[in-house]
Structure formats: C-alpha cells, structure tokens
C-alpha cells in the first residue's frame, strides 16, 4: 500500500518575514550612527576663546556636508532645511517685509545682518540654483504636506521677505481712548448693530388748515 504523500502547507497571507526585520548582530553599526568621537579629548580640551575661529575651520565640510544632504536625503523636510540654510548662509536671512514694504538698513538698501566670511559665502552661492530648484520641485511635488508648505514658505521668504506685524506711521497713530470716550463709543456701536432697538414711532404731523 503507498503512503499518501504529505500536502504542502499553503503559505499565510498574513505577516511573513520582512527584509531587514528582526533583531540586528551586535556588531552591526547603524548607517545613521555618528562615527566615533574622542569624548575624553573633547571634554578635557580647554574652551576656545573664539568660537568663531573654531568653529570656521569645519565651514567647507559644513557646506559639502548640506549639499549632499541636498541631492542625496531621503528626508524632505531635513532637504528644505539644507536650502535655507545653504541661501542664509549665501545671501543672508531673508528681507522683513512690513506691511507691503520692506525695511531698509541705515546704509540704504536691503541688507543681510548677519556677517558671514566672503570665502564661505563664495561657496554657499554656487549651490543657489540648485538650493532653489529644490525648494520648487518639494513645494510643487512634494510628498508630504508639511514639507509642501515649508518649501512653499520658503520660496516666499526667499523671494518677498518675511512679514511682521504692520506699524502704523508716527504721525497717523490714533490716539488713545478714555473709559468716556470708550463707553461712548461701545454705546455708539450697540445701537447700532443687529440688535439695536428699533426706532420710536413717529407720530403724524397734523395738517395746517389756510
């Protein structure tokens, strides 16, 4: 008598083992995982007296570093970062505009405030077109609608300024109301909103006989 051969199982539409899942090797590093610092150098190092000077010796990396995340990122969101602060650090922060019109320095013209090396600066500018093509393809295209907004913002900032809070001229401030003049006014209003009481009745004017 032959055996009935076994049936294969029928697999599971449900779970399955996923690519990358499960628990890593101990020696396995993460590719996000920052390579190793010198903890014992950088804490027993004396502070510098400069930051600026420490700090401007790590300005190229910075740059290459902001371009790749540029080009290569996987992040949107981290990718408009890298723009801005390729064109802050290019073309300065963007204009303030205030009520339709944009502050002026007092040396005249629209100026940048913060002071960044003309070496640095040369750089980050080369990268310009690229940081605003950037800017237009996540603001028009963009996956998620955070970084939509956020590159849409930024193009704007970049091309009409920031905008703040109006101020009124100093000759046309209006002046400050007293508690009379206050109640006058909410009474003027009151009376004449929805809700206002109707009018009296007017009474006919008798005729006048000749």
Request: hydrophobic share 35%; glycine share 8%.
């Amino acid at each position: 008598m032959s055996e009935t051969p076994a049936s294969s199982p029928v697999p599971s539409r449900r779970g399955g083992k996923r690519p990358n899942a499960g628990r890593k090797p101990k020696n396995q590093k993460s590719t996000s995982a920052l390579p190793e610092i010198d903890l014992a150098a950088a804490l027993n190092t004396p502070p510098p007296d400069d930051i600026e000077s420490a700090a401007q010796t790590h300005s190229r990396d910075a740059i290459a570093s902001l371009v790749k995340q540029l080009v290569h990122g996987k992040s949107e969101t981290a990718k408009v970062n890298a723009a801005n602060a390729i064109l802050d650090r290019g073309y300065g922060k963007p204009s303030v505009d205030v009520g339709g019109l944009s502050q002026l320095s007092l040396f005249g013209g629209i100026r940048p405030t913060a002071a960044v090396s003309d070496e640095i600066r040369v750089e980050a500018r080369k990268f310009a077109n690229l940081a605003i093509e950037v800017l237009r393809s996540i603001a028009t295209r963009g996956e998620t609608e955070g970084a939509r907004v956020s590159a849409s913002k930024s193009l704007l900032d970049r091309g009409v300024g920031t905008v703040t809070t109006a101020k009124m001229p100093e000759g046309i401030v209006p002046k400050a109301l007293g508690k009379k003049e206050e109640a006058a006014v909410a009474a003027r209003n009151a009376a004449a909103g929805r809700y206002a009481p109707p009018p009296p009745p007017q009474s006919a004017k008798p005729e006048l006989v000749q």
